[in-house]
Nanobody
Framework: QVQLVESGGGLVQAGESLRLSCVASGISRIIFSANAMGWYRQAPGKQRELVASITHSGSTNDADSVKGRFTISRDNAKNTVYLQMNSLKPEDTAVYYC????????WGQGTQVTVSS
């Protein structure tokens, strides 16, 4: 059974950094490396939105709101995808979710990120 587990969220002040991790279990490294991965977030009262994505080949795509501040990366040897978040703003406050795949999709349970002003 495929599971995605996010970690690294927390409460920080504006301008600080956090690094989120998402580990995929129940799946081989070969299958993991063949899948696109993404980070999404959902703030209270808002729809879930894409933050950043990375293809199997390492090409990345970032939302305009996080360009230059957030970086997505992956370590296929560890079945892990990361989201480095720098210069955090209060509007980045949300639950952050990890997603694997495009046709057959798996989601993690989410990790809370709270940025105080």
């Amino acid at each position: 059974q495929v599971q995605l587990v996010e970690s690294g969220g927390g409460l920080v002040q504006a301008g600080e950094s956090l690094r989120l991790s998402c580990v995929a279990s129940g799946i081989s490294r070969i299958i993991f490396s063949a899948n696109a991965m993404g980070w999404y977030r959902q703030a209270p009262g808002k729809q879930r939105e894409l933050v950043a994505s990375i293809t199997h080949s390492g090409s990345t795509n970032d939302a305009d709101s996080v360009k230059g501040r957030f970086t997505i990366s992956r370590d296929n040897a560890k079945n892990t995808v990361y989201l480095q978040m720098n210069s955090l703003k209060p509007e980045d406050t949300a639950v952050y979710y990890c997603k694997m795949g495009t046709n057959r999709v798996y989601w993690g349970q989410g990790t809370q990120v709270t940025v105080s002003s």
